[in-house]
Each structure stands twice: as C-alpha cells, then as structure tokens.
C-alpha cells in the first residue's frame, strides 16, 4: 500500500472468520453470503443503538411527565381543600366584640330582637346581642321582609346572616353546645364556622352578611340586604 492511500476498513466473516474488507458480498476464504456488506451492518447496529436510546429517553420523559402530573393535581386537590368557604370567609372578618362564649348541651332558641334601618345601614343593638347571645329580627323593604339573625362564636365574634334554610324553607334555628340546627329539617352545622356537619341541607347554612361595630351599634349595609337572593 502507498503512502497516502486509505486503509480498508476490517470486520470479520461470522461463518469463518476470516478478515473482510466493508465492500464484499461474499468471504473470499469460505465463500459465505455476507447478504450485506459489513459497512451496512455498522449502519444497523448504530440505527439500533439511536432506537434504544431514543426509547429510552422518550420513556424518561413518560415519567417526567407523569410526574410532574401527579404533583400538579396534588396542588391543585391541596389548594380546593385548603381554601375557606365563602361562610369561613365572611365570619374570619367579623368584629370580636366579646370573651369566649359557652352554649350549653340543651337547645339554646333565639330571642326577638328590634332592628331599624337607617342611611343605608340595618342598625342592631350590640348590648342585646350581647346579653341574648342568639338573636333574630327582620328587614322590612317595600317589597320583601327578610329574615336575619345574629350570634356570638365561641370565640366572641358576632354573626349577622340570613335567617333561613333555603331547601326547607326554614326560618327558624337553635343552638346546642357547638352547633347550630334547623328546626325543620334538623341540619346541623358548626356555629363557628357554618361548616355542614349532617343532613341534607348542609350546602345551604343561614347566609353570612359582613356587619362592623359603630358603638352600641352593630351595622349591615343595607344594599347586601336588599338585594339578596336565595342561593337554590
């Protein structure tokens, strides 16, 4: 061979293995079909080797992704559970107006209050709420009376909400230890928080209304009122 000619590129005959040069069909010592030349057979192992690994790395990116799913619908399981209700919203804002309150295991019933509106605001006397702890009254418009109540939390805030249980058309309600109850259809939820505890009526708590303290007053803005609607 000249100095400057290309060296041939060896592989072996798999029925003899005699050395063999990439561009035969047959082996010169055996005569042994080569079907393909060994050049075409590199070629193969390599498109072997790509589709391995490209399976591979398209298998990686299965899990990844799979993964990455699995995390995503956990957050957004966490973030549906952990957010409040719109009730748990609503009393989290309500003023504390005294120390913890205590309601005994016996059915504790609301007492009859007397409320005005005035300026834009339905006006309710703090020290009555105070004192009775569970009180109803109702807002006269011209065209509608709605029911409201207001209650003191066990941890002193007070409550003003739409005194009725939509479903059952209830109005009326009772307090024992921890819970709030229809009287009609006897659902019962948490009075801290309105979470439904039991019965079939638990979506439909008496509605919180937001009301802030101005004194002696306890004070709704008219308007919410006014233009509430039922939820069902």
Not at 77 to 98: D, H, M
Not at 208 to 228: H, L
Request: aromatic share 8%; with cysteine.
């Amino acid at each position: 061979m000249n100095i400057g000619e290309e060296m041939p590129n060896l592989n072996y005959c798999p029925q003899c293995g005699h050395k063999i040069t990439n561009e035969v069909k047959f082996c010169p010592d055996c005569g042994h079909r080569l079907g393909f030349n060994a050049k075409d057979n590199n070629h193969q192992v390599n498109n072997k080797r790509d589709k391995v690994l490209a399976g591979s790395n398209n298998s990686k990116k299965g899990k990844y992704f799979g993964l990455a799913s699995v995390i995503l619908i956990g957050a957004l399981i966490f973030y549906v559970t952990a957010k409040p209700s719109k009730e748990e919203a609503v009393i989290k804002e309500q003023p504390k107006v005294t120390d913890n309150v205590t309601y005994p295991a016996s059915r504790t019933d609301h007492s009859y209050s007397v409320a005005f509106a005035q300026n834009g605001k339905i006006i309710l006397p703090l020290d009555i709420v105070k004192e009775k702890k569970f009180v109803k009254f109702d807002y006269v418009a011209s065209n509608a009376t709605v029911p409201l109540l207001a209650y003191l939390t066990e941890d002193g805030k007070v409550v003003t909400a739409i005194s009725l249980c939509e479903p059952c058309d209830s109005k009326s309600f009772h307090i024992k230890g921890s819970n709030l109850i229809c009287n009609s259809c006897g659902t019962t939820w948490d009075l801290n928080n309105l979470d439904a505890l039991s019965g079939s009526c638990g979506k439909y708590p008496p509605d919180p209304v937001p009301s802030k303290i101005v004194g002696n007053e306890i004070q709704i803005d008219e308007y919410i009122v006014a233009n509430w609607t039922r939820r069902n």
